[in-house]
């Protein structure tokens, strides 16, 4: 019984939080938000106590996570990321409950991945329901900015029937829930963690350029925190905010005007999707909406992974790009 009445409430209070949306939404000082997750003194909490720096160097990573467990909602912040060399380096804004559910846990995960100099950060996109990590749901796009150079917002939007990932309030990726779905679709409570540490092993290039400390510390910088969902005591499994403290709105889904924005978005950015990768699944997912004008895209850019050919029956073509890479290297 005090199951059912949770879902009523969590219900009632995501249709009264959704029923349009606003760019105004309350931030949070960050002591009031968030506490230290690990890294002693490569956390720092700015004077103002509204911005916070983490940084990677040879001795750790550092992060920070969410005093609060939210059961959906909107959380954002703005990150202005390290510049310079940074292959190797992981920036991350997620949401987790690992530390509670060990064996099947959900995420949903921003992903900053670093790049040699003079090649930009890409991000990725991910989510795992009930433990489902053997079944990649990742997606990766560049940026139409230089995420170094000034702070922009990256938000997920979560709800019991889809998640929607935006960058400055621009949607670049949304997931609907199915029913073949069942528990991959993330369902339990979650804590938001913000971390940065040592990739090396595959964020760039698949591993090939590792994190050169001589460049270090490398310094994110976060601050616009918005946690702006319904707290739930993980235990008692009861919601510890009232229904109607906050009617600030946010988007039940994405407007006409906001789709053209995200299909523009993708068109131009996206560089990989679990949906068109036929070397990892013949049959694309249940979520999955495929778009012609996508995969045709992808399956120019990349006709083994999103095409399906064999990769010996593709030799002409990688010797032909490998002979322009070498002309445009000379």
Wanted: charged share 25%.
């Amino acid at each position: 019984m005090v199951n059912f009445l949770l879902e009523i409430f969590i219900f009632c209070y995501v249709l009264v939080l959704v029923s349009g949306f606003s760019e105004k939404l309350e931030t949070l000082p960050f002591h009031e938000g968030y506490s230290q997750l690990f890294g002693h003194d490569n956390l720092m909490v700015l004077q103002d106590g509204k911005s916070v720096h983490i940084s990677l160097d040879e001795r750790t990573g550092a992060g920070f996570v969410s005093q609060d467990l939210y059961l959906h909602g909107l959380f954002s912040a703005s990150i202005k990321l390290p510049e310079d060399y940074t292959a190797g380096v992981v920036v991350a804004f997620y949401m987790s409950n690992g530390d509670m559910f060990e064996k099947n846990h959900d995420e949903i995960d921003f992903e900053f991945l670093g790049n040699i100099r003079a090649k930009n950060w890409r991000i990725q996109t991910n989510i795992y329901g009930n433990g489902s990590t053997n079944v990649g749901r990742e997606e990766r796009y560049g940026l139409w900015f230089d995420p170094t150079e000034d702070f922009h917002t990256y938000t997920i939007l979560w709800t019991d029937s889809h998640i929607i990932f935006y960058v400055d309030n621009v949607p670049i990726r949304e997931i609907k829930r199915t029913q073949e779905m069942g528990g991959d679709f993330p369902s339990k409570p979650m804590s938001l963690y913000a971390t940065i540490w040592d990739g090396s092993s595959w964020a760039t290039n698949g591993g090939k350029y590792k994190v050169n400390y001589k460049y270090a510390p490398y310094v994110a910088k976060f601050s616009d925190f918005v946690l702006h969902g319904c707290a739930v005591d993980p235990i008692e499994l009861s919601p510890k905010c009232d229904i109607v403290q906050d009617s600030a709105s946010i988007p039940t889904e994405i407007s006409p005007d906001q789709r053209r924005k995200m299909e523009r978005f993708r068109k131009k950015h996206l560089q990989y999707s679990y949906c068109y990768d036929r070397t990892r699944y013949k049959v694309p997912l249940s979520e999955c909406v495929v778009d012609p004008k996508e995969a045709n895209r992808l399956r120019g850019f990349d006709p083994v992974t999103f095409g399906g050919v064999p990769r010996h029956h593709n030799k002409r073509h990688h010797q032909r790009q490998s002979r322009r890479e070498d002309t445009s290297a000379k």
